[in-house]
């Protein structure tokens, strides 16, 4: 909250967009690299506690020893659950299970991992590749949502996402090789869901109802990623360590089977009209959300710049 704050106060019209993708790159891989510093000790013994408290002192100097005024926190306006789900349906139920397909990934992968015999290696690997998949596929999953119906692309991408997590399961034991690469391309395609949901959401609201509209996504994505670890753990508990993947695919499977649903009860929605997509990472703050608000509203700005030159050519 505090680092997304600060950017936004530096942020302006021309370095938004730029802003949001690299700090986006730089949480993702710090997240990545920091599964490798499970490798420096035992995971079991004091020292990468230590370690972890040192490096959270060693983010807070930059700060410190900036002599620029702190960022203000203006007091934003709401909107309910109700009310953001009568907009777009997909945007939040599809925020809610990815919150929970994400939750599951983050708090159980490692337990799932010492279910299946992994060593310690084998398991930052596992977390690692999931993430970096994430990284590498954010730009072109975003090409593609703003190039064609977004809410084609979401259901593509989960429904793709589905597919994999039901291969994972076959892979145990028979090929660690394949089941990495299925974990690296399904972390592509799981983690990017979390910006689909909010630009499918935004394609909806006007600029002003962005910032407020987020603070109710945040919440929603929270109470799924609360709800990640504990359904999955529920269901390797019923049926083994399969119950891992298997928890994945039937969330995802429910998110595409709902965005079909929604297909037939709303036209699609014109590509000139979405906004633009911005690569967000994972629990996103609101200070994050209102940078993406002055991106939609530049965009906004733009286009209807671009209208009104169009009409007076004509």
Sequence with gaps: MVAESWLNNQ???ETRGQLLSV???????GMG??????NVAD?????????VSILISLAVVPMLLSARPGPRFAALSRVS???LYRIPPLGVV?????????GAFFGMAAVYGREVGFSVREISLFIGLWLLGGVLLQWPIGWLSDAFDRRRVLTAVTLAATLLASIGPALIGRSEIGLLAVVALFGGLNLPMYSLCVAHTNDFLEPEQIVAASGTLVLVGGIGAVLGPVSAAAMISLIGPDGFFWWLAIVHGTIGLFALWRMTRRPARPVAKQGAYV????????????????????????TSASEAEAVRAG
């Design 23 to 29: 700090y986006m790159v730089v949480t993702l891989g």
């Design 43 to 51: 995971p079991g013994g004091p020292n990468l506690f230590m370690l």
């Design 33 to 38: 690299l920091g599964q490798g510093l499970l």
């Design 81 to 83: 659950l109700r009310q």
């Design 279 to 302: 690569a967000l990472p994972p629990r996103a703050t609101l200070a994050a959300s209102a940078m993406y608000a002055g991106i939609a509203a530049e965009t906004e700005a733009q």
């Design 94 to 102: 599809g925020m809610l299970a990815t919150g929970i397909a994400q």
């Design 11 to 13: 942020a302006t019209n």
